[in-house]
Each structure stands twice: as structure tokens, then as C-alpha cells.
């Protein structure tokens, strides 16, 4: 962004924002969305942030994750001081400037957002509203989206989806994963955590979040760069491909396998079976096994378990610079539906009964109450 199109900030204590606008004599109590970025040594919370477009009320801090903050602000509840409608809430990201950080992250996820955003009709990636800098921290303003897959998962009976759904919802976030690679960026940290359902009419939009760790994976003629000789582990540890836990570089097969093991994890029953374990060799150990010995107890159970077979022995075939056939990977994920007496076209378990009520915080989400 060029000093022109950042909006500097005005900051002023919460009070004079109550005294003009009182909340209820009942007080304000408030348990919506949050997702979570990283831990910001100062604390935004109870100030209003003035920006060229509107006024965003910091209520409080939701979450920590990887790099900055992230924020509910509030409008209409709050008599929010948004100059164009006072009814819309949105999530807002903060990240602290660091003198030994060269750039600033929160320009990688605009950069992004702006890229990808209008790739689809129905598109997967979050509006921005407002950006923006302080002497201190940048800022970021989207749209809101709801719970994350990881929470809606969580309060689903057995902890997982219907076939139908889980399926449905795969789809869906290979296609966010798709157009990300088309603009030439990889995510490196695909998770039930990462995606969020949209809200009210956009609840069957599937919405991919934080691109702290994304890395660009295009040279500046729009080539693929030549493969580092070796790389840091990037992701989570559950998740992560094997070429992650190898310090391999990664390329869109990479995203693609940690894709693989979120549609597992929403999907079986069983989840992945390093579920429990958290040492690094020892889950590379079991992501490795389910490719042998360990094949049928991690995919037997499941009657769509021959077609989810073929997409992993499919990702597993690539290398770094192989293009992905997605549409190959879509045709077997709706076979599998039909092969399970379902359809990746219902509608989803939230959106055809509710989910029990009751939160538990995780981080990288995002929640609506």
C-alpha cells in the first residue's frame, strides 16, 4: 500500500464514545465471532479507532494466534461510530510494527484479498472494508464471517459431519485452495481452524482464512521459483504435508495433501489417527503409515474410502512443480458422496439443524454466537 492509500488513526478512550452513545441499563454483553492471529503487546481494548471511512469500538481481545491481534468491532449493539451503517459488525486484525520484521504480514493477507477476492461468483475470500496504519501497528477491517469448521465440527455429534457435508465442505476449500495457487501463492497452514461457514444468506459459503505463514510461490516474470535446498517447518503439526516435516520446499501439492488430511478430520469418524500425538517425527511416522501398513484403519471404515484412496495416491504422485488437475480431485470427491448414498449438494449440517449451543475457544477461528 502507498502512504496515499493508507488512512491514518485517531484513538480515543471508550468512555466519551458511552457518554455519546449509552449502551442499555442491562450493560452490554457480547459472545460473537472471533478468530485469531497473534499476540500484540498493547492492548486496543475499550478505544475507539478513527479511520477516513468509519469508527471502529475495540471491545476486547478475542484471541491470539501467529502475528498481531485480532479484534470484534462493534456496530449497532454498540452504536458503533460507522459513518455509512451503524448495523454491521466486522473483524478487524492489528498487527503491531516490529523493527525486526522486514514486512509487514498484514500486507501479504491484503495483497491477497485484493488478488483473489473476485476470482468466483461466490467467492471464498473475506471483503476487505477498511486498512489502514499507526505509528505503531497496521490494520486490517473484513467482512465477518461465522464459526469455523473446527467449532462447527466440534459440536457435531461424534465430532464430525455428515459424508454429505464433509465432502461438500471439502470441495469447497479445495476451491478457495485453487484460486490461491492460480495467483501464484501457496497457504501452508490448511486447517478445519483456517475455513469459516458465512453468515445469514452466505451460511453455505465456505470462507478461507490467515495468511500469516502464505508464501508467494511465483517469480517476478511469474515463473516457479527455484526450490530452496532446505526450509523451516511451516503449519501445524497435524496438518502439515510430508514435505513440511521433511523441510522440503512446498509447492500447491503440498497445500493440496494438508487439504487431504482436513477433509479426514471433518469427515471419518476416526479422524487422523495421529489425532493424539504431537511430536513431529512421530506424527510423520503415522502420516507415512497410512500409506502402507496403516492404510485400511485410517480409510476401511468409510464407503467412499476407494475414491478418497485415489486422491491421496494422486497428491502423493506430484512434485513441486506439477500442476494440479483439481478437477479430477472434484469428480472423485462427489463419486465418493454417491458411493456413501449422499450428495455434496444438500445442505450442510448447520444449515438444517442447530449445533449444540456453547463454545470452546480455539485458535485461528472465527465464531458467531
Known amino acids: 500500500m502507498s502512504d496515499e492509500e493508507e488512512d491514518d488513526l485517531g484513538i480515543k478512550p471508550v468512555r466519551a464514545a458511552l457518554e455519546e452513545h449509552p449502551a442499555t441499563s442491562e450493560g ?9 492471529v497473534v499476540t500484540i503487546h498493547c492492548s486496543f481494548q475499550g478505544t475507539v479507532i478513527d479511520s477516513s471511512k468509519a469508527n471502529y469500538v475495540v471491545i476486547k481481545l478475542l484471541g491470539e494466534g501467529g502475528f498481531g491481534a485480532v479484534f470484534k468491532d462493534l456496530g449497532g449493539n454498540f452504536r458503533v461510530h460507522d459513518q455509512k451503517d ?9 498487527e503491531k510494527k516490529l523493527e525486526t520484521r522486514k514486512h509487514s504480514k498484514l500486507k ?6 485484493k488478488l483473489v477476492a473476485q476470482e468466483r461468483k461466490l467467492s471464498h475470500f473475506t471483503e476487505i472494508i477498511d486498512r489502514g496504519k499507526k505509528e505503531t501497528y497496521f490494520f486490517l477491517v473484513m467482512e465477518l464471517v461465522g464459526k469455523s469448521l473446527a467449532d462447527l465440527k466440534h459440536h457435531r ?12 465442505v471439502s470441495i469447497q476449500c479445495l476451491e478457495a485452495c485453487e484460486d490461491l495457487h492460480k495467483y501464484g501463492f501457496i497457504h501452508r497452514d490448511l ?14 459459503i465456505i470462507y478461507i482464512l490467515d495468511f500469516g505463514i502464505a508464501r508467494k510461490i511465483l517469480n517476478e516474470k511469474g515463473e516457479l521459483k527455484t526450490p530452496r535446498m532446505t526450509v523451516k517447518f511451516k503449519g501445524t503439526i497435524p496438518f502439515a504435508s510430508i514435505s513440511c516435516h521433511r523441510n522440503v520446499e512446498m509447492g500447491p501439492k503440498d497445500d493440496c495433501e494438508s487439504w487431504l488430511y482436513l477433509l479426514i478430520d471433518i469427515t471419518f469418524p476416526q479422524g487422523l489417527l495421529w489425532k493424539a500425538l504431537s511430536e ?6 503415522m502420516k507415512e503409515e497410512i500409506r502402507k501398513e496403516k492404510r485400511e484403519a485410517q480409510f476401511g471404515n468409510m464407503k ?3 475414491e478418497i484412496e485415489r486422491i491421496m495416491d494422486y497428491i502423493d504422485s506430484l512434485h513441486y512443480h506439477d500442476h494440479v488437475d483439481y478437477t479430477y480431485i472434484y469428480k472423485l470427491l462427489e463419486e465418493g458422496a454417491i458411493a456413501s448414498g449422499g450428495n455434496v449438494h444438500n445442505p450442510y449440517d448447520w444449515e438444517t439443524s442447530e449445533c449444540q449451543k456453547g463454545s470452546v475457544r480455539m485458535k485461528s477461528a472465527v465464531y458467531q454466537a
Open 28 to 36: 452490554f454483553k457480547y459472545d460473537g465471532p472471533w478468530l485469531t
Open 86 to 94: 451503524q448495523s454491521k459488525m466486522y473483524a478487524m486484525k492489528v
Open 108 to 113: 501479504m493477507e491484503i495483497a491477497i484479498l
Open 157 to 168: 455429534p461424534g465430532r464430525v459431519f455428515s459424508v454429505s457435508t464433509g465432502l461438500g
Open 191 to 204: 486447517k478445519p481452524a483456517n475455513y469459516a461457514c458465512g453468515l445469514r444468506e452466505k451460511k453455505h
Open 280 to 285: 513431529k517425527n512421530e506424527v510423520l511416522k
Open 304 to 306: 467412499c474410502h476407494n
